[in-house]
């Protein structure tokens, strides 16, 4: 099973450009990488997802290396809104091979 | 659209007491269904999945069971709480085929006291 690594938290100012990396070292070929966003007291909510390469939609970019051991979330020109708690999931042959990660608290500052 | 729903949202309960939680998914069929718990401040544990009606996976051994009276109602169970099942309780569901896309409930916060 792929055990995920994520930064405890981070910190960043709105209008910056934030990247959260998941380490994933024993990734299997038919898992995917899913980051979801959770604020406090909520579930949490789908950002995105992908296999390799790049990713992008209208809230953030999926980056994942060729080797995929690990994964980046960009979270473009963040706000203060942005301040939450974001996981990566890596899994997708069956449900009892979903990996979550511990999560990352970012706060993002004025 | 899809909308899933739990109740209740917020639980004071005492040591010992028994646990009803109840989740229903509307809009979509045969869906996978999780339990997920959350300790103040920590990640996701998942508890128990199922991938149709009677059929329940236990991912962690505790006190806590699951069942699946209805192809889009999920409801978590205990006959005795303990202090450390307090936290949040989160279900969520994805289509039958994929797993990573999951769609979580709005939560019910659980205090043992």
């Known amino acids: 099973l792929a055990k995920t690594t994520q930064p405890i938290s981070m910190d960043s100012y709105e209008g910056q450009e934030v990247n959260i990396t998941c380490s994933h070292n024993n990734i299997a070929t038919n898992d995917y990488i899913t980051w979801y966003q959770q604020f406090p007291s909520q579930g949490p909510r789908f950002i995105i997802q992908g296999y390799k390469t790049k990713v992008t939609n209208e809230v953030a970019s999926l980056f994942i290396p060729a080797d995929r051991k690990s994964s980046t979330l960009s979270l473009p020109r963040v706000s203060l809104s942005d301040t939450a708690v974001y996981y990566c999931l890596v899994g997708g042959d069956s449900n009892y091979q979903l990996i979550w990660g511990a999560g990352t608290k970012l706060i993002i500052k004025p | 659209s899809q909308t899933i729903h739990q109740w209740p949202a917020t639980l004071v309960q005492p040591v010992g007491s028994p646990l009803s939680l109840e989740c229903t998914v509307e809009g979509t069929s045969n869906p996978n269904l999780y339990w997920y718990r959350q300790a103040a401040g920590r990640g996701l544990q998942l508890l128990f999945y199922s991938v149709g009606i009677g059929q329940i996976s236990s991912e962690v051994p505790q006190n806590l069971s699951a069942s699946r009276p209805q192809d889009r109602q999920f409801i978590l169970s205990s006959k005795k709480l303990l202090l450390s099942d307090s936290g949040f309780y989160l279900c969520?569901?994805?289509?039958?085929?994929?797993?990573?896309?999951?769609?979580f409930g709005p939560g019910t916060r659980l205090t043992v006291l």
């Open positions: 969520a569901w994805s289509v039958r085929s994929s797993y990573n896309e999951q769609f």
